[in-house]
């Protein structure tokens, strides 16, 4: 069983920064993609980032250029930097483990997902 959790969000003003983290537990960590995604209320869950067993990466247009999705294959753990946040930022953000070594925008590519952790971005 894979479990992940999601740490590191909180509320910041405008133009801040946060570094989430997500530890995953179970084993060949390093063969499976990972995304990140974030759902705000009264919307879908919406792809945010995406790193593959081989570290490429890729990134949801509106967050292209202030956020960085990382892995540390040996801790176990993927990261999301954010940078130059904004209001429309917040959400609940979740990690979630891809079915295979390359990452997908939908949520149907990834078969794990953790809580979540909350974003608030004030203006």
């Known amino acids: 069983q894979v479990q992940l959790v999601e740490s590191g969000g909180g509320l910041v003003q405008a133009g801040g920064s946060l570094r989430l983290s997500c530890a995953a537990s179970?084993?060949?960590?390093?063969?499976?993609?990972m995304g990140w995604f974030r759902q705000a209320p009264g919307k879908e869950r919406e792809y945010v980032a995406g790193?593959?067993?081989?570290?490429?990466?890729g990134y949801a247009d509106s967050v292209k250029g202030r956020f960085t999705i990382s892995r540390d294959d040996a801790k176990n753990t993927v990261y999301l930097q954010m940078n130059s946040l904004k209001p429309e930022d917040t959400a609940v953000y979740y990690c979630?483990?891809?079915?295979?070594?390359?990452?997908?925008?939908?949520?149907?590519?990834?078969?794990?997902w953790g809580q979540g952790t909350q974003v608030t971005v004030s203006s």
């Open positions: 790193i593959s067993w081989t570290h490429s990466t």
């Open positions: 979630a483990r891809a079915l295979g070594g390359v990452y997908s925008d939908a949520p149907s590519g990834y078969d794990y």
């Open positions: 179970g084993r060949a960590f390093g063969a499976y993609a």
